[in-house]
């Protein structure tokens, strides 16, 4: 079965950063997509970012573009968020998720493995 572990949430100050992880494993080859999703308090889910694994191929919400870079190691088959530049609004809980179908660019439509959150809250 694929599980994908996240951590690193935390408290930080505006301004601060944070580096998310993502651990994936149980995948059958070493060709997916897995990306980063958010839910803050009383909303909905949104994508954040994705990367394919085997070209390193990446994919951003327009918001998130210039604070967030995703990255991947895949000796690790770890997945890192770096969250720079942080506003009160980038809180939320943090989820990664995965699929071996998916393209990057379609990965907000639709993932078929997902990983418990971790917390990340960003004080004004």
């Known amino acids: 079965d694929v599980q994908l572990q996240a951590s690193g949430g935390g408290l930080v100050q505006a301004g601060g950063s944070l580096r998310l992880s993502c651990a994936a494993s149980?995948?059958?080859?070493?060709?997916?997509?897995i990306g980063w999703f958010r839910q803050a308090p009383g909303k909905g889910r949104e994508g954040v970012s994705c990367?394919?694994?085997?070209?390193?191929?990446?994919y951003y919400a327009d918001s998130m573009k210039g604070r967030f870079t995703i990255s991947s190691d895949n000796a690790k088959n770890t997945v890192y968020l770096q969250m720079n530049s942080l506003k009160p609004e980038d809180t939320g809980v943090y989820f990664c998720?995965?699929?071996?179908?998916?393209?990057?660019?379609?990965?907000?439509?639709?993932?078929?493995?997902w990983g418990k959150g971790t917390q990340v809250t960003v004080s004004s």
């Open positions: 998720a995965a699929d071996s179908w998916t393209p990057v660019n379609m990965c907000f439509h639709g993932m078929d493995h």
């Open positions: 990367i394919r694994s085997s070209e390193g191929s990446t």
């Open positions: 149980g995948f059958t080859k070493d060709d997916y997509t």
